[in-house]
């Protein structure tokens, strides 16, 4: 076949396949699709990474964290005439009574500082909800409960990780204490302590090396001043540069003479430490009571008693060390209190459970109180408004331009001008709202009508132009068959047209509203970015909505927000996903072939 080929005509060889023409064009084809693979590929690996960080995160508002002490009611605060009335009953003291609850626990517990830090295990809801359930079971009065208080965003916070955990340090040996009021003087027979003054000599090192990088760069500074001095033409220039170049030198000559200090520290064998809030805490768990090393020595420290020991001993054979994972300085709850929620959590009163709040609750300043229930609300009466105004009109004006209109310049210029608006920003909309709905017309601000009036100007060209489109596409046999047989234009236009141009133009509809809801430029201008705690009930009530929910909380100080923007974003996703996977699936239930 080859010396077929070989011996026949050019032309035919080249027909063939076997030319080099043809090889470098398949060739060529093979790499565009090799390109194409890449792309397609490295966009999913992005997609994969983007939404796997966002739902891990997110996993972390799912649960909260709640702590379980025995309450006293005494009647005489709450309701002495035991009216039952639960307007009575809500003008009690219930946060003095939850934070009677936990001193009782942590009777040992004094100072000013000590007791807000304690006060601060619970969130700032917790004393409301024991009230609420106290007026709904009045009978509880006057005897003790348990109840469960939810936890602040700083100890849920902890008990997930977010600021370290608590390390133990193997330990052997017998823990020697000299009690004394607050502080304890602690010695081991076995040097114990090695590891944490280790540790600190290890920072000192690393503190002595950053020191002498900023000498460096004093160093640099004064040799270049010296050179702009010899170089200055006059006499003023000449002795600032001087000046400066003397500074640098003292400059570095002090950071020289502190690092070498902090080096000679290091080296030295043994000594004493000081352990700050700049290094990782360290913690000794014996007795049942804890300590916190404030000074420490290879073979005894000095430490700060943070819970006293529940037995009165000299020794322990039973004890543990414990080193933080952050400093105190780069965290938000103290060693106290650490040590207090390590406690309740050995005691067992500290469970974690689903955290239904979060999708059944308004919106709150602080992060473990805050839901989405309300922007979900918001969102549900802003689409609502969007669909009833941008639906009828769009399908309507899209039957009159695509089955009644004459085409003159007139709805030449309309046709036009629609297709501009699809392709508007979408703050021009909130800016046209903001003077029009607002400013004119007085429409209730940050309100889901506002919303809606804005968003169904933004989706209704994007609705118009795919009913124009779905309706184009019916056949015009249809139209001749349903005009033969007697209908008038409008019957064929509302009784055959429409309903086959139906499932085309609810997938438009659906894809339209479907941006709508993601939008957050329009909604702003128009003020749904107030803070909204009630949940709505109507298209006049006060309002906000997921988009703008998401905005909010990223802009939020509180650590314990960023989770609960992920959750959020992932409900947005998933409303998202469900809108365009209904239009998929009308499209395909309803959807024929001509």
Same mark, same amino acid.
């Given at each position: 076949?080859?010396?077929? #080929?070989?011996?026949?005509?050019?032309?035919?060889?080249?027909?063939?396949g076997?030319?080099?023409?043809?090889?470098?064009?398949? =060739?060529?084809?093979?790499?565009?699709?090799?390109? %194409?693979?890449?792309?397609?590929?490295?966009?999913?690996?992005?997609? #994969?990474?983007? *939404?796997?960080?966002?739902?891990?995160?997110?996993?972390?508002?799912?649960?909260?964290?709640?702590?379980?002490?025995?309450?006293?009611?005494?009647?005489?605060?709450?309701?002495?005439?035991?009216?039952?009335?639960?307007?009575?009953?809500? !003008?009690?003291? &219930?946060?003095?009574i939850?934070?009677?609850?936990?001193?009782?626990?942590?009777?040992?517990i004094?100072?000013?500082?000590?007791r807000?830090?304690?006060?601060?295990?619970?969130?700032?809801?917790?004393?409301?909800?024991?009230?609420?359930?106290v007026?709904?079971?009045?009978?509880?009065?006057?005897?003790?409960?348990?109840?469960?208080? $939810?936890?602040?965003?700083?100890?849920?916070?902890?008990?997930?990780?977010?600021?370290?955990?608590?390390?133990?340090?193997?330990?052997?040996?017998?823990?020697?204490?000299?009690?004394?009021?607050?502080e304890?003087?602690?010695?081991?027979?076995?040097?114990?302590?090695?590891?944490?003054?280790?540790a600190?000599?290890?920072?000192?090192v690393?503190? /002595?090396?950053?020191?002498?990088?900023?000498?460096?760069?004093?160093?640099?500074?004064?040799?270049?001043?010296?050179?702009?001095?010899?170089?200055?033409?006059?006499?003023?220039?000449?002795?600032?540069?001087?000046?400066?170049?003397?500074? =640098? @030198?003292?400059?570095?000559?002090?950071?020289?003479?502190?690092?070498?200090?902090?080096?000679?520290?290091?080296?030295?064998?043994?000594? +004493?430490?000081?352990?700050?809030?700049?290094?990782?805490?360290?913690?000794i !768990?014996? %007795?049942?009571?804890?300590?916190?090393?404030?000074?420490?020595?290879?073979?005894?420290?000095?430490?700060?008693?943070?819970?006293?020991?529940?037995?009165?001993?000299?020794?322990?054979?039973?004890?543990?060390?414990?080193?933080t994972?952050?400093?105190?300085?780069?965290?938000?709850?103290?060693?106290?209190?650490?040590?207090?929620?390590?406690?309740?959590?050995?005691?067992?009163?500290?469970?974690t459970?689903?955290?239904?709040?979060?999708?059944?609750?308004?919106?709150?300043?602080?992060?473990?109180?805050?839901?989405?229930?309300?922007?979900?609300?918001?969102?549900?009466?802003?689409?609502?408004?969007?669909? /009833?105004?941008?639906?009828?009109?769009?399908?309507?004006?899209? #039957?009159?331009?695509?089955? &009644?209109?004459?085409? +003159?310049?007139?709805?030449?210029?309309?046709?036009?001008?629609?297709?501009?608006?699809a392709?508007?920003?979408?703050?021009?909309?909130?800016?046209?709202?903001?003077?029009?709905f607002?400013? &004119?017309?007085?429409?209730?601000?940050?309100?889901p *009508? @506002?919303?809606? *009036?804005?968003?169904?100007?933004?989706?209704?060209?994007?609705?118009?132009?795919?009913?124009?489109?779905?309706?184009?596409a019916?056949?015009?046999? #249809?139209?001749?068959?349903?005009?033969?047989? %007697?209908?008038?234009?409008?019957?064929?236009?509302?009784?055959?047209?429409?309903?086959?141009?139906?499932?085309?133009? $609810?997938?438009?509809?659906?894809?339209?509203?479907?941006? /709508?809801?993601?939008?957050?430029?329009?909604?702003i201008?128009?003020?749904?970015?107030?803070?909204?705690?009630?949940?709505?009930?109507?298209?006049?009530?006060?309002?906000?909505v997921?988009?703008?929910?998401?905005? =909010?909380?990223?802009?939020?100080?509180?650590?314990?927000?960023?989770?609960? +923007?992920?959750?959020?974003?992932?409900?947005?996703?998933?409303?998202?996903?469900?809108?365009?996977?209904?239009?998929?699936? $009308?499209?395909?239930?309803?959807? =024929?072939?001509?």
């Amino acid at each position: 076949m080859s010396d077929l #080929i070989a011996s026949a005509p050019r032309e035919f060889r080249k027909l063939s396949g076997d030319t080099p023409a043809l090889r470098r064009r398949r =060739r060529a084809e093979t790499r565009l699709k090799a390109y %194409g693979i890449v792309a397609i590929l490295l966009a999913a690996l992005a997609l #994969i990474v983007l *939404l796997s960080s966002v739902v891990i995160k997110a996993g972390r508002a799912l649960t909260e964290s709640y702590i379980t002490l025995p309450v006293v009611l005494p009647a005489e605060e709450i309701d002495p005439d035991a009216t039952g009335d639960p307007k009575v009953i809500y !003008r009690a003291n &219930f946060n003095g009574i939850a934070r009677d609850a936990f001193r009782e626990r942590f009777s040992s517990i004094s100072g000013r500082s000590a007791r807000r830090e304690l006060n601060d295990l619970i969130s700032v809801g917790a004393s409301f909800e024991l009230a609420r359930s106290v007026a709904d079971f009045p009978e509880l009065i006057g005897q003790t409960i348990d109840f469960r208080f $939810l936890t602040s965003d700083i100890v849920d916070l902890y008990l997930k990780g977010d600021y370290g955990a608590l390390n133990p340090v193997g330990t052997e040996g017998l823990l020697t204490a000299s009690i004394d009021e607050d502080e304890a003087e602690l010695s081991t027979d076995n040097n114990a302590f090695f590891r944490i003054l280790d540790a600190l000599k290890a920072q000192l090192v690393g503190e /002595a090396q950053r020191l002498h990088r900023q000498a460096a760069r004093q160093d640099a500074g004064a040799a270049e001043f010296a050179r702009r001095a010899e170089a200055a033409e006059t006499d003023e220039a000449r002795a600032a540069a001087q000046a400066e170049a003397k500074k =640098r @030198a003292a400059e570095r000559d002090r950071l020289t003479a502190e690092a070498e200090a902090l080096l000679a520290r290091a080296e030295a064998q043994g000594g +004493t430490e000081e352990l700050d809030e700049d290094n990782p805490s360290a913690l000794i !768990r014996a %007795g049942g009571g804890w300590f916190k090393l404030t000074e420490v020595s290879p073979d005894s420290a000095t430490a700060e008693i943070l819970l006293p020991p529940e037995t009165a001993a000299d020794s322990y054979a039973d004890w543990t060390l414990y080193l933080t994972g952050l400093p105190e300085s780069a965290r938000k709850i103290s060693d106290r209190q650490i040590v207090w929620i390590e406690d309740l959590q050995e005691a067992g009163a500290i469970d974690t459970v689903f955290n239904w709040r979060f999708f059944s609750a308004g919106d709150s300043r602080d992060p473990e109180l805050a839901g989405i229930w309300g922007a979900a609300v918001g969102s549900f009466w802003t689409m609502l408004v969007t669909f /009833a105004l941008a639906f009828p009109v769009g399908v309507f004006t899209a #039957i009159y331009l695509e089955e &009644f209109a004459r085409k +003159t310049k007139f709805t030449e210029f309309v046709e036009v001008n629609i297709n501009n608006l699809a392709a508007v920003p979408s703050i021009i909309f909130g800016l046209l709202g903001l003077a029009v709905f607002l400013n &004119f017309f007085g429409v209730p601000r940050s309100s889901p *009508l @506002a919303g809606g *009036l804005v968003l169904a100007l933004m989706t209704l060209p994007t609705i118009i132009i795919a009913a124009r489109v779905s309706m184009a596409a019916v056949p015009p046999s #249809i139209r001749e068959a349903a005009l033969g047989v %007697g209908a008038s234009e409008v019957q064929t236009a509302f009784h055959h047209v429409l309903p086959l141009a139906l499932p085309g133009i $609810l997938t438009g509809t659906i894809i339209g509203m479907a941006r /709508a809801l993601g939008e957050t430029a329009p909604l702003i201008t128009i003020g749904m970015v107030a803070f909204i705690v009630d949940i709505p009930t109507g298209i006049t009530d006060s309002a906000t909505v997921l988009p703008v929910q998401v905005y =909010r909380w990223s802009d939020f100080p509180e650590r314990a927000f960023e989770a609960r +923007t992920a959750a959020a974003i992932c409900t947005l996703l998933l409303f998202l996903v469900l809108m365009n996977a209904l239009a998929v699936l $009308l499209r395909r239930r309803f959807e =024929r072939r001509w």
